[in-house]
């Protein structure tokens, strides 16, 4: 009867033993995961940040010259969470169509898919498209380039 009950005290230790050492194993591994994220995050960070000042450019210039309150420009940046948008599906559609067949400007600052991608944001986020190609030759618009190649 001592047979059985030493088979299985060495058994769980066994087990034991094996869930420690699997357990130390990924625990190094969510390490050095740890140690990545915080760089991702950051640059993140700052590349949002860049584009939400200028979609803050885009969002008061596009105010002062239609006259229209457009709170989807800026939506999610950051001070503006809260902000009311009341745009119906069918000009969100109108305006992702729009920001779609929109090229860069000749003149503009930064000229690659990063800043195409941009310029095409801000169209399809509501800013008049006469607007977003005046802030493609700030330097708004080149620091939000740059920081978003980073990503």
């Known amino acids: 009867m001592e047979a059985p ?3 299985r005290v060495t ?3 066994l087990v034991l033993v094996s869930a420690l050492a699997v357990s130390g194993c990924s625990s190094t591994a969510s390490t050095a995961a740890l140690e990545v994220q915080p760089k991702v995050n950051a640059n993140r960070q700052a590349a949002v940040a860049a584009e939400c000042r200028l979609l803050v450019m885009a969002y008061e210039r596009t105010k002062a010259d239609t006259e229209r ?3 989807s ?3 999610g940046c950051p001070g503006y969470e809260n902000i009311p948008v009341s745009t119906s599906n069918f000009r969100e559609a109108t ?4 920001a779609q067949s929109a090229s860069l400007p000749y003149d503009a600052i930064e000229k690659d898919k990063v800043a195409t991608r941009i310029f095409q944001r801000m169209i399809a986020r509501g800013s008049d498209p006469r607007v977003a190609e005046v802030l493609t030759k700030t330097q708004e618009f ?3 380039v740059q920081t978003a190649r980073r990503l």
Do not use: P
């Open 11 to 13: 058994g769980l230790c």
């Open 69 to 71: 309150d457009e709170g």
């Open 142 to 144: 080149r620091l939000a």
């Open 73 to 75: 420009i800026v939506k």
């Open 95 to 98: 305006r992702f169509s729009r």
């Open 5 to 7: 009950f030493k088979f």
